[in-house]
């Protein structure tokens, strides 16, 4: 019996009051009667896709990428979807993406209304007109929603899906919706703005509030940015702010990426819900902050060659560097101490744990190195070498039968099962060269590593050479350094010269 798969996926032209399971489980069951009455089966659970995420584009829906990769064994007969624009109404790149697969996978596209067989040029041409169309009227469906989007805001109603602490969002039937203190949190966004203009640091207010019992909507416990946000955001003197950041696509090491990019000039509509904090006020802390903003100086040097990379391994924050004050010689603590087991340590310490967990995995390549053996390698290669040239044999197979076809002797029908017998082979030598290439070991590569991590403990232990290019250089093969210490040196002078701990454990993440 011929293999066919099923394809859900919710759409902008579904009724909008459907949750993506209504209108899925709908779907399935106008695809299950057709199959049933037209195609003598039943579609397994195990061949249904059902797409829940909303993504535009292919690269943001898991379900239809493993539903391509399922194609191209080439024991696909059809994919079953409600209509074509199901599969996609991206751009142009996804529309010809999905024309290939199913083109050159001989996969039926098979809906309640038509199969589409894309080897045939009138159906190709209704499949890349039907999608090219949906592609279209999905722009447009995206200009008339934004448009409508900043109607609404301009009419006064808060669109943000996040509520701003302080605050409660009230609806009031489907078209309006707006802002009202909290009578709870409202008191507190005073207070932060009363404690700015005292004097008090952002840090310092955040511990107040922490203090206090009170809680951040979105976190455990208070930070300065956070605080830093609240004293900057329009919306506590009662204004509506639209487009902060704006959504772009950018390439990005060659692919198409989304990135949140911040908006000098973002939408602000006045007066459209009741203000916590006067305008007065409102300046007046804008006005301090400008006058407190640090100028970062570029010219600063780096002191910590660990900076982006060591992370604290009980919270995962950043490690903080803490130069040498007075009597106390630097040292690194998390910055997140307050909340945060994990204990601080001299900066020597870290350096020395640090370079002998380089070791450790410099001894660990120096195994694999001397462990190798050649002759397993060169057997690999062998192994690699025939299936290659079985690849080769296969392509010569097929030039003969498209000969075949073109002169007569196989038929279109005997053409394709010969063709699909040789795909299902070649696809079957190219997982074994695979699986062999991943147990193959790598020397060329492990003694890149070993070279490279000799030479970054020599810099380390090489006083002269500069925090910033013993950073630059570790960024370059290291993902993260993760730190932790739970026990206080017992023997430790406090502020004596240590230079070893046994209780700090260094763990090393190479990329």
């Known amino acids: 019996m011929d293999k066919y798969l099923m394809y859900l996926r919710k759409s902008r032209s579904d009724d909008p009051n459907e949750t993506v399971e209504q209108v899925l489980a709908k779907h399935e069951r106008i695809l299950q009667n057709y199959a049933s009455a037209m195609l003598d089966q039943k579609i397994p659970e195990e061949c249904i896709y059902r797409e829940v995420v909303?993504?535009?584009?292919?690269?943001?829906?898991?379900?239809?990428?493993?539903?391509?990769?399922?194609?191209?064994?080439?024991?696909?007969?059809?994919?079953?979807?409600?209509?074509?624009?199901?599969?996609?109404?991206?751009?142009?790149?996804?529309?010809?993406?999905?024309?290939?697969?199913?083109?050159?996978?001989?996969?039926?596209?098979?809906?309640?209304?038509?199969?589409?067989?894309?080897?045939?040029?009138?159906?190709?041409?209704?499949?890349?007109?039907?999608?090219?169309?949906?592609?279209?009227?999905?722009?447009?469906?995206?200009?008339?929603?934004?448009?409508?989007t900043l109607q609404s805001v301009l009419e006064g109603n808060y669109l943000p899906t996040r509520t701003p602490f302080g605050y409660k969002k009230v609806k009031e039937g489907k078209r309006r919706q707006y802002l009202v203190p909290d009578p709870e949190t409202a008191p507190y966004v005073k207070f932060i703005y009363e404690k700015i203009l005292e004097g008090y640091s952002a840090h310092a207010i955040g511990l107040m509030l922490d203090d206090l019992g009170v809680k951040p909507f979105m976190a455990k416990y208070w930070h300065e940015r956070t605080i830093k946000r609240i004293l900057s955001n329009e919306v506590y003197i009662g204004c509506t702010v639209w487009n902060r950041h704006k959504v772009e696509k950018r390439i990005v090491d060659g692919k198409l990426k989304k990135v949140r990019v911040r908006q000098e000039k973002p939408l602000i509509v006045h007066d459209t819900h009741e203000p916590i904090i006067s305008k007065e006020m409102f300046d007046s802390v804008k006005k301090l902050m400008v006058s407190k903003s640090?100028?970062?100086?570029?010219?600063?040097?780096?002191?910590?060659?660990?900076?982006?990379?060591?992370?604290?391994?009980?919270?995962?924050?950043?490690?903080?560097?803490?130069?040498?004050?007075?009597?106390?010689?630097?040292?690194?603590?998390?910055?997140?101490?307050?909340?945060?087991?994990n204990m601080s340590t001299n900066a020597t310490v870290v350096d020395n744990a640090i370079i002998e967990a380089l070791k450790s995995n410099l001894e660990d390549f120096k195994i694999k190195l001397n462990k190798t053996d050649e002759e397993q390698i060169q057997t690999k290669k062998n192994m690699i070498s025939d299936?290659?040239?079985?690849?080769?044999?296969?392509?010569?197979?097929?030039?003969?039968?498209?000969?075949?076809?073109?002169?007569?002797?196989?038929?279109?029908?005997?053409?394709?099962?010969?063709?699909?017998?040789?795909?299902?082979?070649?696809?079957?030598?190219?997982?074994?060269?695979?699986?062999?290439?991943?147990?193959?070991?790598?020397r060329n590569e492990w003694k890149e590593k070993y070279a490279?991590?000799?030479?970054?403990?020599?810099?380390?232990?090489?006083?002269?050479?500069?925090?910033?290019?013993?950073?630059?250089?570790?960024?370059?093969?290291?993902?993260?350094?993760?730190?932790?210490?739970?026990?206080?040196?017992?023997?430790?002078?406090?502020?004596?010269?240590?230079?070893?701990?046994?209780?700090?454990?260094?763990?090393i993440i190479l990329k």
């Open 54 to 148: 909303s993504g535009e584009t292919i690269e943001d829906r898991p379900e239809i990428k493993r539903l391509f990769e399922l194609m191209q064994s080439n024991t696909i007969k059809g994919v079953l979807v409600v209509d074509c624009q199901r599969l996609s109404r991206g751009d142009l790149i996804d529309c010809g993406t999905i024309l290939q697969n199913f083109k050159y996978t001989n996969t039926l596209i098979v809906t309640p209304k038509k199969t589409f067989d894309l080897s045939n040029e009138y159906d190709y041409k209704s499949v890349k007109s039907e999608l090219m169309a949906g592609s279209d009227y999905l722009d447009y469906m995206k200009t008339i929603m934004q448009r409508g």
């Open 294 to 341: 640090v100028k970062v100086n570029m010219s600063k040097e780096l002191k910590s060659p660990y900076a982006g990379l060591l992370r604290c391994k009980l919270c995962g924050r950043m490690m903080r560097y803490q130069g040498e004050k007075g009597r106390n010689v630097p040292r690194y603590d998390c910055s997140g101490i307050r909340h945060c087991r």
């Open 387 to 442: 299936l290659k040239k079985s690849l080769d044999k296969i392509d010569q197979k097929k030039e003969r039968i498209y000969e075949f076809l073109e002169d007569g002797t196989y038929t279109k029908e005997k053409f394709i099962e010969r063709i699909n017998k040789l795909e299902i082979e070649k696809k079957g030598i190219e997982t074994s060269i695979n699986k062999i290439g991943s147990t193959m070991p790598n």
């Open 452 to 507: 490279t991590l000799n030479e970054a403990i020599d810099m380390l232990q090489n006083p002269n050479i500069s925090a910033k290019s013993k950073n630059t250089f570790l960024k370059k093969f290291i993902k993260v350094i993760y730190y932790e210490k739970h026990e206080r040196d017992s023997s430790a002078p406090r502020h004596g010269a240590v230079t070893h701990s046994k209780n700090v454990n260094i763990e």
